[in-house]
Structure formats: structure tokens, C-alpha cells
């Protein structure tokens, strides 16, 4: 395995030499490490079917099932997918792009550790996957401030965020959940900070406007072209990345032009843990 950075202001590295459907436990190990380190690894030309992605997944922990049943995959229904392509005059998987930076589920009590995506049909143009650290946003503030944002917490809400779109039974099976604004690595140790979208998030202690206030700030912070990563989708690429202290968004595409095909496995993570709690 070849570990090959992208640079020191944007996370991420490219690995070759490496088969992802023969991966031993000391790989998977190595690799959750250069994850805790650089956030995202970007594996070219890896022929992997949904059951071979899936058992991957499994090498990493526990797989999370997607919260939309109707875009499970329907041999494989660990794998959830993504696609604009239509069969029969169905949508064959979930059309709609998260087109704003987050971390995903972070409305769980444990939030995904993991996710891996990857392309089976990729659009020539668009449809990019960008990536920006918010450990490295962390460790540039000063300590004061960092003293500061470590006594915050925020409220994540599945309800809020997706507000008129759920049933009865998903507001029940997602409560609110708080989760700190500065979060410790649970396999480095490393801190940082820890936030999703505004829209779903209440900073406690803080007005309404004081804390979407600072969670734009925080972002604003974050994703400066300067510190981001764009990924540029080619057939059979394979991205994994560590959603603890990084962020992702996709970007657009022309959806009556290109067909777009894009399987996703995540896996479950831990309950996440200020410095004092990781402490104790």
C-alpha cells in the first residue's frame, strides 16, 4: 500500500497498490489510521460489486442502514443508491444531492465513523465530492477561543432538519440529540471541532441568531477554496472517509445530459466525546 498526500492545507491522500476486496485486518487498521490522520483516501480502478463494497464496509465495524428504505439496493440492502437513472419509470435509487457541507447522520447518538462511496457511472462534468477539515480549523484558532468553543454543545435534530418530509414513526425512531462542539479522535486523540448544518443544529446557551452565527462562522472557517479537497469521479474510484473532523458536500451536475450511478455503505461510530469525557 502507497500512501500518496494531496498536500498540507487539504486533507486527503490517494493510495495505490492496493485491492479493497482483499483487504487483511493489519490493512484495514493501517488504513483507519491514515484515515484519523488525512480524513480521506481515494482508491482508483477497484472492480467491487454491492456485496463485495458491503463486506468491506463490515471490515471497518458495524454497518448503519440508510434512514430511506426505497433506495436500498435490492440485492444488497446494506448499500444505498444514489442515481439519477430511471428503469421502468422508476428512480432506481435516491436523486436528490446533499448540495451543502455536513457530516453524515450527525443527528445519531452515534454518528457515522465511516463512509464509502463508490462509482459505478460518473458524470464527464460535475458531480464532484469536496472535503474539508475542521481539525485543521480547530488547530488554527487561538487557545483562548478554542478554551471557549470546548465548553459548547449543540442540540442535532432529525426533525428539524428534514421538517415536513418525515413520517410519525421517523420522528419517533430520531430524537434530539446533543453532541459537543469539540470532539476528540477516538483512535489519535486529536481535537476538533464538531458541527453540521445549521438548518437542524440549536447552539445551547446561546439566541437563535448568536448561534447560527457562529456555526457559519465555523463553516466559513472550514471550506475555503484554499483548504478543500475536490474529488472528480471516475468509474470504479473508491472514497473513504473518516466523517469525524471532516466535512463533505457534492456538487451539481447536468442531470438531463449524464447518468449518474454511486453506491454508499457507512459504518456506526461512537457516541462522541469531548476532551474531558475522553479523559475520564
Not at 57 to 86: C, K, M
Not at 151 to 174: C, D, M, P, W
Amino acid at each position: 500500500m502507497e500512501i500518496h498526500p494531496f498536500g498540507n492545507s487539504i486533507p486527503g491522500v490517494e493510495i495505490s497498490g492496493l485491492d479493497a476486496r482483499d483487504m487483511d485486518a493489519d490493512t484495514v487498521e493501517r488504513l483507519s489510521l491514515v484515515l484519523a490522520e488525512h480524513g480521506v483516501a481515494v482508491l482508483r480502478d477497484q472492480p467491487l460489486t454491492p456485496a463485495e463494497l458491503a463486506a468491506l464496509g463490515r471490515r471497518f465495524g458495524q454497518l448503519e442502514p440508510a434512514t430511506r428504505e426505497q433506495y436500498w439496493h435490492p440485492d444488497q440492502p446494506e448499500v444505498y443508491v444514489i442515481s439519477n437513472v430511471v428503469v421502468n419509470g422508476k428512480l432506481i435509487g435516491n436523486p436528490t444531492d446533499t448540495l451543502s457541507w455536513h457530516t453524515d447522520q450527525y443527528y445519531l447518538a452515534r454518528p457515522t465513523a465511516y463512509t464509502l462511496l463508490y462509482g459505478i457511472e460518473t458524470p464527464a462534468e460535475g458531480a464532484d465530492t469536496m472535503f474539508a477539515s475542521t481539525r485543521r480549523t480547530y488547530e488554527a484558532l487561538p487557545n483562548a477561543r478554542k478554551a471557549k468553543l470546548a465548553e459548547i454543545r449543540v442540540r442535532a435534530s432529525h426533525s428539524k432538519l428534514y421538517a415536513g418530509k418525515l413520517t410519525e414513526e421517523q420522528i419517533h425512531n430520531f430524537p434530539d440529540i446533543v453532541h459537543p462542539l469539540v470532539r476528540v479522535h477516538p483512535i489519535t486523540g486529536a481535537k476538533f471541532l464538531y458541527f453540521a448544518n445549521p438548518r437542524g443544529s440549536t447552539v445551547l446557551g446561546m439566541s437563535e441568531e448568536e448561534g447560527l452565527a457562529l456555526l457559519r462562522e465555523m463553516f466559513a472557517l472550514t471550506t475555503p477554496d484554499e483548504f478543500v479537497y475536490a474529488h472528480k469521479w471516475r468509474p470504479q474510484d473508491l472514497v473513504i472517509w473518516d466523517n469525524r473532523g471532516l466535512l463533505h458536500t457534492a456538487t451539481p451536475f447536468n442531470k438531463e445530459r449524464y447518468r449518474r450511478i454511486v453506491h454508499r455503505v457507512s459504518v456506526v461510530g461512537e457516541k462522541p466525546l469531548c476532551a474531558a469525557e475522553a479523559m475520564a
